[in-house]
């Protein structure tokens, strides 16, 4: 069974930093694609950023293109979110996410929102002051 947890989140004043991370067991995680969306109050779930199983490739929402970084780490089965020069507009909850399928890369699907992932976190609390 694939568990994902969140951890990182907080509350942070605009222009300011925080790093997400997800600890991902259950499996080999290196193999396996992985992302991060967010719900804001009143708002429908949006994709945020996606990286391949390789780490090799990386997709992002225009609103957090050259912002956030996503990132992962195979070793230790984490996958990260570095986000710079946050806004009000960024306060969510955001959900680690992970693909089902062995070495398929379906970023570019999540990021058009043709696909949902089939793992999620309980997620974590960001929360940016103006």
């Known amino acids: 069974q694939v568990q994902l947890v969140e951890s990182g989140g907080g509350l942070v004043q605009a222009g300011g930093s925080l790093r997400l991370s997800c600890a991902a067991s259950?499996?080999?995680?290196?193999?396996?694609?992985m992302g991060w969306f967010r719900q804001a109050p009143g708002k429908e779930r949006e994709f945020v950023a996606a990286?391949?199983?390789?780490?090799?490739?990386?997709y992002y929402a225009d609103s957090v293109k050259g912002r956030f970084t996503i990132s992962r780490d195979n070793a230790k089965n984490t996958l990260h979110l570095q986000m710079y020069s946050l806004k009000p507009e960024d306060t969510a909850v955001y959900y680690c996410?992970?693909?089902?399928?062995?070495?398929?890369?379906?970023?570019?699907?999540?990021?058009?929102?043709?696909?949902?992932?089939?793992?999620w976190g309980q997620g974590t609390q960001v929360t940016v002051s103006s």
């Open positions: 996410t992970a693909e089902r399928g062995l070495r398929r890369d379906p970023g570019s699907s999540w990021s058009r929102g043709t696909e949902q992932p089939y793992y």
């Open positions: 259950g499996r080999f995680f290196s193999n396996y694609a």
């Open positions: 990286i391949s199983w390789s780490g090799a490739i990386t």
